[in-house]
């Protein structure tokens, strides 16, 4: 009985002493519910706490005891606002200001590919085997060399500089003048893509909006500047100058350049189109994330 009545004593005094859980003064309940700003006190046996919110506010989460420190820990709830949005280069969007004019252009590319150059190239692929226009695109891939070489330097890219300098004459002395690869199959050099418009970009400038050039197919403001510097530095626009023949024969190049990568690449823009909403939106964002993806790189 003594037993008893000592644990009935103790009893009674951790009452008088502890603080009431449920009591308003607890550091348990010490968070002031009607005033959010204030901290919340969470015991640490509960664990890291999720992220807290009050109406519409985001949680920031404070550090956290090293897990050795007794007693609560404090994490502050306060009315954080909401992170900017990112911008339109981030998101993938590009300026469109002349989008009627562009969509009409679009219209005129979508019909000329279905009315002319499928049917052109469907043809040509019928009768030229796969092997024979890979080796043609390697040929016209191989003539452009200096266009890339040149963007390699403007770049100040030294190591593709490098690579497209052996290519040119692996490809020009076992190549077969450019229509076999050999720098790729045989020394795993690959092609360095490269051209004026990338450069402006990695320079700093942006593509400023977009065009859809007729025959040309998307585009942008700096791209198409870019555009016309490559050619300035293809070898062929100075044969077109200096000879009236080699003019014919340099636009007649475009034209089979054109037609052979179309056989190559035949069912890919109907896909395209099939699976898009509104195809010339699809194409237009599709373009610009390309070219940023290859200025980022």
């Known amino acids: ?53 009050v109406g519409e506010s985001t949680a920031s989460e404070a550090p956290l005891s090293s897990g050795l420190e007794e007693g609560p820990v404090r994490v502050a709830v ?39 150059l499928k049917p052109v190239a469907s043809g040509y692929k019928a009768v030229a085997p796969e092997l024979v226009r890979v080796c043609v695109r390697n040929f016209f891939s191989h003539v452009t060399t200096p266009v890339r070489l040149a963007n390699c330097l403007f770049q100040a890219d030294m190591k593709c500089a490098g690579i497209e300098t052996a290519r040119f004459f692996l490809n020009t002395a ?31 400038m942006g593509p400023v909006f977009y065009i859809d050039l007729p025959i040309l197919g998307p585009s942008s403001l700096r791209d198409f500047l870019g555009y016309a510097v490559d050619a300035s530095l293809d070898p062929r626009t100075y044969l077109a100058i200096y000879s009236a023949g080699a003019g014919y024969v340099n636009t007649g190049g475009w034209v089979l350049d054109k037609v052979n990568e179309a056989s190559l690449s035949l069912g890919q823009y109907e896909d395209f189109k099939k699976a898009a909403l509104d195809p010339y939106i699809a194409l237009r964002e599709a373009y610009h994330q390309h070219r940023q993806s290859k200025i980022r790189k």
């Open 1 to 53: 009985m003594k037993i008893i009545g000592w644990i009935y004593f103790l009893l009674a005094a951790c009452l008088i002493i502890l603080p009431n859980p449920c009591s308003a003064s607890s550091p348990l309940l010490s968070s002031s519910i009607s005033s959010p700003d204030e901290p919340i006190l969470i015991p640490p046996e509960i664990g890291p706490p999720e992220l807290l919110s």
């Open 78 to 116: 306060t009315n954080i606002p909401p992170a900017p949005l990112k911008s339109e280069e981030e998101i993938g969007t590009i300026p469109d200001p002349i989008e009627r004019v562009n969509r009409a252009f679009f219209t005129f590319n979508d019909r000329l590919y279905f009315w002319a």
């Open 174 to 204: 076992i190549g077969f003048a450019g229509f076999f690869d050999s720098a790729k199959t045989g020394f795993n050099l690959e092609k360095q893509d490269r051209d004026f418009g990338q450069t402006l970009g990695i320079w700093g």
